[in-house]
């Protein structure tokens, strides 16, 4: 998965839930501006900023590992 796709997931919850950027930034403890540059595919998020951000949102992060033969 893609950071830009990630960020159309966040955004598009966002949206589901009715809440405005400045409401889910404060709630996850970023500020407005990184919580934008996320959905628009622009920023590179920590885990640890996704995981508040889903923790927010009602959203689970899953990651795969693969090898590479």
């Known amino acids: 998965m893609t950071i830009r796709q990630i960020g159309e997931?966040?955004?598009a919850r966002r949206k589901d839930l009715r809440l405005r950027q400045?409401?889910?930034?404060?709630m996850s403890g970023v500020t407005v501006r990184t919580l934008h540059n996320i959905?628009?595919?622009k920023g590179n998020p920590s885990?640890?900023?996704l995981s508040r951000?889903?923790?927010i949102l009602g959203l689970e992060i899953s990651i795969a590992i693969k090898?590479?033969?």
């Open 53 to 55: 951000l889903c923790h």
């Open 39 to 41: 959905e628009e595919g």
């Open 22 to 26: 400045e409401d889910v930034a404060e």
């Open 67 to 69: 090898t590479i033969d």
């Open 47 to 49: 885990v640890k900023t």
């Open 9 to 11: 997931i966040i955004l």
